[in-house]
């Protein structure tokens, strides 16, 4: 599908980061954009754009969005679920309430943003659904567990959709960026202040802009083509892991030892922190007995 005048295209996350580059992409491109997001962008995108609020863990507010496309557009051509949060932490300290936060909007925001308009494109005969997922969801870098998770599971998701849609002509693109350098850290929720700093650190050096990636996603698009790694490094690792996966598996066991000692010290630093603080609440209660 090229995108061009007329063309109908629903961005979610789209007030900041690599969801305002892709809706200003297709603005440019002369496409009817509806930017959705929870907050209002702080420079929306020129061109024939319209804003919907949008919180992806909400059904109502799902169906809102869709009677707000047939009703100004009857219907849609691109759906992209960007809309997305990072997170890091050892498994075992990350807590039931932070899994079910990031899996609620990485993958079941995803999961109802398909949800609600399969239907619509099915009935059309023709759409396209991007995902925007991750490389972290093919690599499954250890100290990530939970976004790697709900990264993998928006691949398999989209794989699943490739072929189900494929025979009422609606495509799918899944898209698998490595560190590109925008606000996503700010959000980030991490047990470990090391793995935080190390993510957000990853997050801000990216090499490859919003801008750079939202073309390829077009152009993914445009060519029907499903699967995007839009960074170089990416294409490498992805070809070695194949390849020679003993290698990576050593490479990955390397970085992870250089971490975990990084991690150690930080528990070090926390249990003295704690065995002082236990010290000196004892030492209070001892004088207020005394008292």
């Known amino acids: 599908?090229?995108?061009?005048?007329?063309?109908?295209?629903?961005?979610?996350?789209?007030?900041?980061?690599?969801?305002r580059a892709i809706a200003a992409h297709y603005a440019a491109a002369g496409c009817r954009v509806l930017v959705t997001d929870l907050t209002e962008p702080a420079a929306p995108p020129a061109g024939e754009v319209s804003r919907h609020r949008l919180d992806v863990r909400s059904e109502e507010e799902w169906a809102a969005v869709r009677e707000w496309c047939e009703t100004h557009w009857g219907g849609l051509d691109v759906l992209v679920n960007?809309?997305?949060?990072?997170?890091?932490?050892?498994?075992?300290?990350?807590?039931d309430a932070d899994w079910e936060w990031i899996l609620d909007i990485n993958l079941r925001g995803t999961v109802r943003?398909?949800?609600t308009f399969v239907p619509v494109l099915k009935r059309q005969g023709s759409g396209h659904i991007?995902?925007?997922?991750?490389?972290?969801?093919?690599m499954n870098l250890p100290g990530?567990?939970?976004?790697?998770?709900?990264?993998?599971?928006?691949?398999?998701?989209?794989?699943?959709?490739?072929?189900?849609?494929?025979?009422w002509?609606?495509?799918?693109?899944?898209?698998?960026?490595?560190?590109?350098p925008t606000n996503l850290g700010d959000g980030?929720?991490?047990?470990?202040?090391?793995?935080?700093?190390?993510?957000?650190?990853?997050?801000?050096?990216?090499?490859?802009?919003?801008?750079r990636v939202a073309e390829q996603v077009a152009d993914a698009v445009a060519r029907r083509r499903f699967l995007v790694l839009t960074h170089p490094e990416g294409r490498k690792a992805m070809r070695v892991k194949r390849l020679w996966p003993a290698l990576v598996d050593r490479q990955i066991a390397a970085v992870w030892r250089r971490t975990k000692a990084e991690l150690d010290e930080q528990d070090a630093r926390d249990a003295a922190r704690g065995a002082s603080r236990d010290a000196a609440q004892h030492t209070e209660g001892t004088r207020e007995d005394t008292a």
């Open 1 to 19: 599908m090229t995108a061009g005048a007329g063309t109908r295209v629903l961005v979610t996350g789209a007030a900041s980061g690599l969801g």
């Open 82 to 95: 960007n809309a997305g949060v990072a997170a890091a932490g050892r498994v075992e300290r990350i807590e």
């Open 113 to 115: 943003g398909c949800r």
């Open 130 to 138: 991007v995902n925007i997922a991750s490389l972290a969801g093919l």
């Open 144 to 167: 990530m567990s939970s976004y790697n998770v709900s990264k993998a599971a928006v691949v398999s998701l989209s794989e699943t959709l490739r072929h189900e849609l494929a025979p």
């Open 169 to 180: 002509g609606i495509h799918t693109t899944v898209v698998c960026p490595g560190f590109v």
């Open 188 to 211: 980030l929720r991490s047990p470990d202040p090391v793995l935080a700093r190390q993510a957000d650190r990853l997050i801000q050096k990216g090499r490859v802009t919003p801008e």
